[in-house]
DNA sequence: GCCCAGGTATAAA
DNA sequence: TTTATACATGGG
């Protein structure tokens, strides 16, 4: 990875399966916004403009010393996806297919508790109004000390009742949320040590929340705590294992069965055809 | 107006 | 154990 640093940013010299684009709209996060071809977003109560130059990625107006710390971990920059994808892109041809069509997707390192709360809020529901409810849920309670919108602590929102949640418009969903804010706020789930264990431990542990069920789990354990092994089986995947994969399930796709189901999933939004 | 959305809780079979 | 229905809200 080739590094340049300039007086207001660091830019990264043509990285290797690395799309910004591919990145945040795979579905995996909903608070980084494009503005004028630029992605602005927050994450670990720090906030960041990242926008294509080129075939360089340059990280606005930031240290080296914030980019080492902070972004090469969140984008996952010090994985070998090249490896991973020639792995994937081996057992099947459709898999090739979606490889080759997004190879730049990178699954983030986001914060475990907002993956939590975000893909609670994510059932049942549409990509706009999820990234909306996400953006009311900062914009009105973020606990930030250096007053931008980050996400919201558990400790915070443990401390709100369904009813001073109604402004985000979550509707069935947020008695989930306090449920959610609660049991991690009391230490009842600490997503640490759900991390360290066996998968099915990890998402029955989750699945004490009230609103978590397989899927959200699921998620929580690939984006919220990378374990690339997690597969997230929504109807778009039930659609594609039933036509290209019927009678197998996801563990055929090894330790990285949740990074192919990013591939998938990414390829057959935007080919739904191949479905048919 | 109508159908549906990166599902889950609950009740019924 | 499997299958059906309600759920809040608003995008398309």
Redesign the pocket.
């Known amino acids: 990875m080739k590094i340049q640093v300039f007086e207001n940013g660091v830019k990264l010299l043509n990285p290797e399966n690395f799309s910004l684009e591919q990145t945040f709209e795979?579905?995996?996060c909903f608070k980084w916004q494009k503005q004028d071809g630029k992605y602005k977003g927050i994450a670990f109560n720090k906030e960041l403009v990242v926008y294509n130059s080129g075939n360089d990625i340059i990280f606005e107006n930031i240290s080296l010393n914030e980019f080492d710390s902070i972004w090469a971990d969140y984008f996952d920059l010090n994985t070998d996806y090249s490896r991973i994808i020639k792995h994937l892109s081996n057992i099947n041809p459709i898999l090739k297919q979606a490889t080759d069509e997004c190879p730049g997707i990178r699954i983030l390192r986001q914060d475990p508790w907002e993956a939590l709360c975000s893909f609670i809020i994510?059932?049942?529901?549409?990509?706009?109004?999820?990234k909306?409810i996400i953006n009311l849920l900062c914009q009105n309670f973020s606990d930030s000390p250096n007053n931008i919108k980050s996400f919201p602590s558990a400790d915070t929102i443990a401390k709100l009742s369904e009813q001073d949640l109604?402004p985000i418009?979550a509707?069935?969903r947020a008695k989930y949320i306090i449920d959610a804010a609660e049991k991690v706020s009391k230490g009842i789930i600490n997503l640490e040590s759900i991390a360290t264990m066996p998968i099915e431990e990890a998402k029955n542990n989750l699945?004490q929340i009230?609103?978590?069920?397989?899927?959200?789990?699921d998620c929580v354990m690939l984006y919220g705590l990378h374990n690339l092994s997690a597969f997230?089986?929504?109807?778009?995947?039930k659609k594609i294992m039933d036509k290209f994969f019927k009678g197998q399930n996801p563990s055929i796709f090894g330790p990285y069965a949740g990074v192919a189901?990013?591939y998938l999933?990414h390829y057959i939004r935007s080919h739904p055809e191949v479905l048919i």
Do not use: E, L, T
């Open positions: 795979c579905g995996q994510s059932q049942n529901n549409n990509i706009p109004r999820i909306k109604s418009r509707g069935f699945m009230k609103g978590v069920g397989p899927k959200v789990a997230p089986i929504d109807v778009w995947m189901q990013q999933y």
